[in-house]
């Protein structure tokens, strides 16, 4: 009987549960969407073997593993063991490849020395299609890969061999310039090779040299992988165990599916980054889908306490109502999810282009279709859409029906105590996560979202007293308008509960949104600060117009020039912290200074005149303020590193400094940081000097850049790019939101077609009516506006703070204030439009 009269009720009442089921809509696909682009990354392979003709590959360690044993008492220890991947890899001692070669049941042992180079022809760049990665190998181990020789020769000496994707538009026999960090070199193209395989090796365009130029061209005392190919009839589990005996811990047998990661990391694709973008993707969307359909789930059983009211009366007990109501619910909710199920999919789909225009994820990454994924989407709006109702419901199904009947004119407020204290846990969580965490760090944005909605949770659990507090003031300021502007403020002060369930919506639109872009903004102008303050010493900037940096031999030879007197080599690169037994990786820069200081870093502690070139006792480190602090480290402390490489290193922390955002936490001498980095180059050179130093550079060497040394596009596009995907994933979330205004507003506004019904009736007009119900928005607007203008502040302040002292409530005062009159505007409007459809006259109760 109730599954019949809940199933006749959504038949015959579509209209009363649209709002509903628009909300589950948005809610299931947002979900659905951002879980499988999670769901994809999480499991995303890291590519096409390229050692697919091996049967096993040796390889010294591809990331730093450190494993810590703490002990609970009762001698039972817990271990935990932490990994964090390397950008480089390890040369392996010669002697390892003789004692491969020498394993009985090793047919072959074929070395493979593997690094990053830049190509151009004639100063113009030759890349790779869709960013992929240029790594150059000795021909010899292009028989381990799936790369065949389709055109002229193979390289000997002075010659090379590029892969059919580089080669497009190049001619055998054309000259081309390939840059290592040891150095640039003309070589002759003399073949062009493509993979046997229609996969290929995604990520990845490979340059061949000749075997004996290797070392030459990479640096590298030897290879960085041993491809082994086994005897005919040999036991592979025996020869894999004896190999490992053999090479003993200096390196490791990779063999089956496990051999991708053999490959030199800095090729393969890292999706580190997109796991925790599409795990705060999926966090943003799902909380705020929770929150909106909680909320609109809410405020439509609230509109029907009359109904309720009505069917107590005619002996329906709780439990039926409860019933009724749980399916109504179900019914509407997967109902909704047909279509709701696709179009996630599509938003994973256009999410993921955008995110890889963005360079945020690897060019190659791809959405993976997961029937659980969406299965689980639609579980969770359920479970939410029947969790909400059983709470609107629990109160709503017990009341007396008189009481029903009169709480549609005026809202009781029971729960008062129960509500505080929840509201007070939540707030002492933002208070904590706001105190506690270190917000200057890389977890500062996610932990602003974090506290924000703690603080969004905690308004919506005080509801009618946070909101009834702000309408009392709100409201008395528009009863100055008039005698409309006083039965508004009496409306919105006797209907908080009302005024609650549209106003909170409106409240997190602006409130999460607002946060995330002024905290971007906040970071973006910080870091373009202490940019402008490194470069303001230095007149040029030198950069490498055809490819990603230059020698450090050429960054010392442009330093010489007569009218240069001073200069800083950078090169960037990655450097592995111990925080605790988790290795963190943490940007760091190699310099190199000469003559006058041309790079400002801020030293606060020590000296970086002490940053001294790599000797036997002479390895230096200067840490930034930030990591010093969190690591206790002092000026003369000497803390291990594991260099891009995975060597590992103790480093004497030699100065300390402030302007570390936009250039890495660690600073190190240019010759170890080109030493252990598979790129080693010099990513900018800053120059000081006598006018005419741009002129002199580009005379000498036409094919660098030469430019204002306090541009502030100068080595930002990182910083913009992450700016462009805080404000992507701003557009996801304020395009949901702002739906769900609009959809809030029409549920209240269509539940008092009876109220204006019965104004009509003693005389009020449709004129009165529209500007007595604009007044009422006004108020909803102005409290929502409030109370997020409240939360923005408390938290973009205290990231403000955490970034360089100083307390912001916005970056761009213009920008803020358009974002305030924007969802003004927005909130106006949603309440206008149905507000307009339902005072029509024909579409009032007894108006037809």
Not at 294 to 321: F, H, K, Y
Not at 787 to 796: E, F, Q
Request: hydrophobic fraction near 55%.
């Amino acid at each position: 009987m109730i599954i019949k009269l809940a199933a006749h009720t959504v038949r015959r009442r579509r209209a009363a549960f649209a709002g509903t089921f628009l909300t589950a809509f948005l809610a299931i696909a947002l979900i659905a969407g951002s879980g499988l682009l999670l769901f994809s990354v999480l499991t995303a392979r890291p590519g096409a073997d390229r050692f697919a003709a091996a049967d096993a590959v040796v390889a010294g360690d591809r990331a730093v593993v450190l494993t810590t044993e703490q002990d609970k008492g009762d001698g039972e220890v817990k271990v935990k063991t932490k990994s964090e991947r390397l950008t480089g890899a390890p040369a392996l001692p010669a002697e390892l490849v003789n004692a491969v070669a020498g394993t009985p049941g090793v047919a072959t042992a074929v070395p493979d020395a593997a690094f990053p180079v830049a190509v151009d022809l004639g100063g113009v760049p030759v890349r790779a299609p869709d960013r992929a990665a240029v790594v150059a190998h000795g021909w010899a181990s292009a028989s381990l890969t799936p790369y065949e020789l389709t055109q002229g020769a193979p390289p000997g000496p002075g010659g090379v061999v590029l892969d059919a994707a580089l080669a497009e538009g190049l001619r055998i026999g054309e000259t081309v310039r390939v840059t290592t960090r040891t150095g640039a070199r003309e070589l002759r193209l003399v073949g062009v090779a493509a993979p046997a395989t229609a996969e290929g090796v995604p990520g990845q365009a490979a340059v061949f040299v000749a075997d004996a130029q290797v070392g030459e061209l990479s640096g590298l005392a030897g290879p960085t992988a041993v491809g082994v190919r086994m005897a005919p009839g040999a036991d592979a589990a025996a020869v894999v165990a004896d190999l490992q005996q053999r090479i003993g811990g200096a390196a490791a047998v990779h063999t089956g599916a496990d051999k991708v990661t053999a490959d030199l990391p800095g090729a393969l694709p890292d999706y580190i980054g997109a796991i925790s973008i599409f795990g705060f993707v999926l966090g943003i969307t799902g909380f705020a889908a929770v929150f909106v359909l909680t909320g609109t789930v809410s405020l439509a059983i609230r509109q029907r306490l009359r109904e309720l009211a009505l069917l107590r009366t005619a002996g329906a007990t709780p439990r039926q109502l409860r019933r009724m109501l749980s399916l109504e619910i179900a019914i509407v909710t997967l109902v909704a999810a047909v279509p709701a199920l696709p179009v996630g999919v599509v938003v994973a789909y256009l999410v993921a282009a955008r995110f890889r225009d963005l360079g945020a994820v690897p060019p190659q990454f791809t959405v993976a279709l997961n029937v659980m994924v969406l299965v689980a989407a639609v579980v969770v709006g359920l479970l939410v859409t029947l969790l909400s109702t059983a709470v609107a419901a629990h109160r709503a199904v017990r009341i007396a029906p008189t009481q029903a009947l009169r709480e549609t004119m005026t809202a009781s407020g029971g729960g008062r105590v129960l509500r505080v204290v929840v509201a007070a846990v939540l707030v002492a969580g933002a208070v904590a996560v706001l105190g506690l965490v270190p917000l200057g760090g890389v977890y500062g944005m996610g932990m602003g979202f974090v506290s924000s909605a703690l603080l969004l949770c905690a308004v919506a659990a005080l509801g009618p007293l946070a909101v009834g507090a702000v309408t009392a003031v709100v409201s008395r300021v528009v009863a100055l308008s008039g005698v409309l502007g006083r039965i508004a403020a009496v409306m919105t002060r006797a209907e908080s509960r009302r005024v609650v369930g549209v106003a909170i919506p409106l409240t997190l639109m602006f409130a999460i949104n607002a946060t995330m872009l002024i905290d971007g903004e906040i970071l973006t102008r910080v870091t373009a600060d202490q940019q402008a303050a490194r470069t303001a010493l230095a007149t040029v900037r030198v950069a490498a117009t055809n490819g990603p940096g230059l020698p450090l031999d050429v960054a010392e030879q442009v330093s010489e020039l007569p009218a240069v007197t001073g200069s800083a080599a950078t090169i960037g690169t990655r450097v592995i912290v111990d925080l605790a037994g988790k290795p963190e990786d943490y940007p760091a820069q190699g310099l190199q200074v000469s003559g006058e200081q041309a790079l400002d870093l801020g030293v606060t502690a020590g000296s970086l005149d002490d940053l001294g070139r790599v000797g036997a006792e002479g390895a230096t480190v200067a840490v930034s303020g930030p990591l010093a602090e969190e690591r206790g480290w002092r000026i003369g402390a000497r803390p291990d590193f594991w260099l891009a490489d995975g060597t590992r290193t103790p480093l004497t922390v030699v100065a300390v400094f402030e302007n570390w955002r936009g250039f890495g936490d660690l600073v190190l001498p240019a010759e170890l940081a080109a030493r252990h980095d598979p790129h080693g180059l010099v990513g900018a050179l800053y120059l000081r000097g006598e006018p005419g130093v741009a002129e002199a550079v580009h005379a000498e060497w036409p094919a660098l850049a030469a430019t204002d040394a306090r541009d502030p596009r100068g080595g930002t596009a990182d910083v913009q790019n992450q700016q462009a995907a805080w404000e992507l994933m701003v557009v996801i979330s304020l395009g949901f939101t702002a739906i769900a205004v609009v959809n809030t507003f029409a549920i209240a506004t269509s539940a008092r077609r009876g109220e204006f019904a019965g104004l009509r009736l003693i005389g009020a007009t449709a004129p009165q009516l529209h500007r007595l119900l604009g007044l009422e928005a006004l108020v909803t607007v102005a409290v929502a506006l409030v109370l997020g203008c409240l939360i923005t502040g408390a938290v973009v302040g205290t990231f403000s703070v955490a970034q360089d002292g100083q307390w912001r409530l916005f970056a761009d005062p213009l920008r803020y204030l358009a974002m305030i009159g924007g969802v003004g505007f927005l909130g106006l409007v949603a309440a206008a439009v149905p507000a307009r459809l339902v005072v029509r006259r024909r579409s009032l109760p007894g108006q037809a």
